[in-house]
T-cell receptor, first 113, second 113 residues
């Protein structure tokens, strides 16, 4: 079955710096790769996603890149702010509809001002 | 619009007891799923459903039962609770059929003594 590895497990940056989180997946049939942000005491929320027919997607300060050949994808956050501090999860789909997701173990991002 | 509602928020069980975690959504979503979240393990898929009357197993289904008699509800049953089932449980839903964004509930914190 699908396996998703996520690195690093913790990441500390200064406000204004960039942050990069990387994930690899094992099943070449996976076709949907979302990123979720989880704040303390809350459920995860989708921040950006990418499909297998696209190499890069941007939404303001957030971007995701996908390398299908290498089976890895990355989250890039530029100009980080203290409110970006949270746990970030990558995921890969295991069904065609993209609704059954296998998650990575998470990255705790701390942005200090 | 309540979104995804989970009850209870907190629960303490003794080993061997049974209970049902409730999940309801009012967005007319076809797809619903249950995840458990443990420290350092990320979110692991327990069971999911692509529509009323249809359920399937995820990564860690053992010890849990589900059914989907209506579009709105997707209860998770623990037949004989074990300490290894101590976790935070999240229910999630989405439109399915290409609408992949998952909407998560606020979670149920379960302790099994």
């Amino acid at each position: 079955g699908e396996n998703v590895e996520q690195h690093p497990s913790t990441l500390s940056v200064q406000e204004g710096d960039s942050a990069v989180i990387k994930c690899t997946y094992s099943d070449s049939a996976s076709n949907y790769f979302p990123w979720y942000k989880q704040e303390l005491g809350k459920g995860p929320q989708l921040i950006i996603d990418i499909r297998s027919n696209v190499g890069e997607k941007k939404d303001q300060r957030i971007a995701v890149t996908l390398n299908k050949t290498a089976k890895h994808f990355s989250l890039h956050i530029t100009e980080t702010q203290p409110e970006d501090s949270a746990v970030y999860f990558c995921a890969a789909s295991v069904n065609q509809a993209g609704t059954a997701l296998i998650f990575g173990k998470g990255t705790t991002l701390s942005v200090s001002s | 619009n309540a979104g995804v509602t989970q009850t209870p928020k907190f629960q303490v069980l003794k080993t061997g007891q049974s209970m049902t975690l409730q999940c309801a959504q009012d967005m007319n979503h076809e797809y619903m799923s249950w995840y458990r979240q443990d420290p350092g393990m990320g979110l692991r898929l327990i069971h999911y459903s692509v529509g009323a009357g249809i359920t399937d197993q995820g990564e860690v289904p053992n010890g849990y039962n589900v059914s989907r008699s209506t579009t709105e509800d997707f209860p998770l049953r623990l037949l004989s609770a074990a300490p290894s089932q101590t976790s935070v449980y999240f229910c999630a839903s989405s439109y399915g059929s290409g609408g992949e964004k998952l909407f998560f509930g606020s979670g149920t914190q379960l302790s099994v003594l």
